[in-house]
């Protein structure tokens, strides 16, 4: 993405957190513009967007995407998977094989096999 296009975010939302010390660049993070939508109305539709405890945040996905324990409350993870290049091809392929609706619970699922596959070499 082109860096121009990257908009600053509080990592805590303004409205739990307040102003932000300015020359404090780890109170800030770089979104892209649709990121920056979705993490806005998930922290808007938050049950924390009322009780505003700024650790509950600072613990939040939308925080500290490398370092969290949960997304706006709910016992999630995420993993975004970006085909470039010619793994598009890949994609395509899965598209074709399962279909969209089907991807991503095929994907969960052969991660899944993966592990079970592996845990039992141990």
């Not at 020359?23 to 892209?32: A, G, H, K, P, V």
């Not at 649709?34 to 009780?51: G, I, Y």
Request: hydrophobic share 30%; net charge negative; with cysteine.
């Amino acid at each position: 993405m082109e860096e121009r296009l990257l908009q600053v975010d509080h990592r805590v939302p303004y409205e739990i957190g307040g102003e932000q010390d300015e020359s404090n660049i780890d109170c800030y993070m770089l979104l892209s513009p649709s990121a920056n939508r979705a993490k806005s109305w998930t922290c808007e539709h938050c049950p924390n967007w009322t009780t505003k405890d700024v650790e509950f945040c600072e613990n939040c996905f939308w925080a500290h995407p490398e370092n969290y324990t949960h997304i706006a409350g709910n016992n999630e993870r995420k993993i975004v998977i970006t085909f470039t290049d010619n793994e598009i091809d890949d994609y395509e392929q899965l598209i074709n094989l399962v279909g969209i609706d089907n991807a991503e619970q095929t994907i969960k699922d052969l991660v899944t096999s993966f592990i079970n596959d592996h845990t039992n070499e141990d």
